[in-house]
Structure formats: structure tokens, C-alpha cells
């Protein structure tokens, strides 16, 4: 049972990424899928969440810059993300929820100039 992310990279402000997390060893559907992200020095806080039904929301500091989907068809879901700025470096990993599983190693993004 587990979650892999991946994806990360480093890119100029404006640019755009699309991380994915691909689960094992679950039943992918039945669950909500959560974008986390933790910067340097910071606690971890949600980017992003999507329920097994599709509905979305999104943190404040993402809003109309990011996109969360799923295919459960790969059990997997990805976190388009695009006018990255500097602020959004981070580690970011992926979850479900509920019954959250143990933290993967997450997939670094970072903007800079």
C-alpha cells in the first residue's frame, strides 16, 4: 500500500509543472486524494483536494493557478500547476484520506529565476 510522487523540477516563475502520485495496493475510488506541500522552516498545509466524486477545492495561495484531478482508471492523481511563482517551493506529497498512509518521499518543486 503506498503513494509515489512524482514530477517535480525546477522551473522559472511563470512556468508550469505537472506532478502525479500513483497508488498501489488500495482501492484507489474510495477514497479523497489530498495535495500536501512543506517549504523549508514550515509546517505542511493542503494545496489541494479532491473527493471520489470529483469535487475540488484548493488553498487560497493556489486558487486559479492550480488543478487537481484523478484517473482512477490509473489510480492516479496529478496537480497541474501553472504561473508557478517562488513561493510555491516546496516538497510536495500526496495522500488519501481517510486512513492517511505513512508520508512518501514526495517530489521537489522549485521556482526560481
Known amino acids: 500500500v503506498q503513494l509515489v510522487e512524482s514530477g517535480g523540477g525546477l522551473v522559472q516563475p511563470g512556468g508550469s509543472l505537472r506532478l502525479s502520485c500513483a497508488a498501489s495496493g488500495f482501492a484507489f475510488g474510495g477514497y479523497a486524494l489530498i495535495w500536501y506541500r512543506q517549504a523549508p522552516e514550515k509546517e505542511r498545509e493542503v494545496v489541494a483536494r479532491?473527493?471520489?466524486?470529483?469535487?475540488?477545492n484548493y488553498a487560497d495561495s493556489v486558487k486559479g493557478r492550480f488543478t487537481i484531478s484523478r484517473d482512477d482508471n490509473r489510480s492516479t492523481v496529478y496537480l497541474q500547476m501553472n504561473n508557478l511563482k517562488p513561493e510555491d517551493t516546496a516538497l510536495y506529497y500526496c495522500?488519501?484520506?481517510?486512513?492517511?498512509?505513512?508520508w512518501g518521499q514526495g517530489t521537489q518543486v522549485s521556482v526560481s529565476s
Open positions: 495522500n488519501r484520506f481517510p486512513e492517511g498512509l505513512r
Open positions: 479532491i473527493t471520489r466524486d470529483g469535487n475540488t
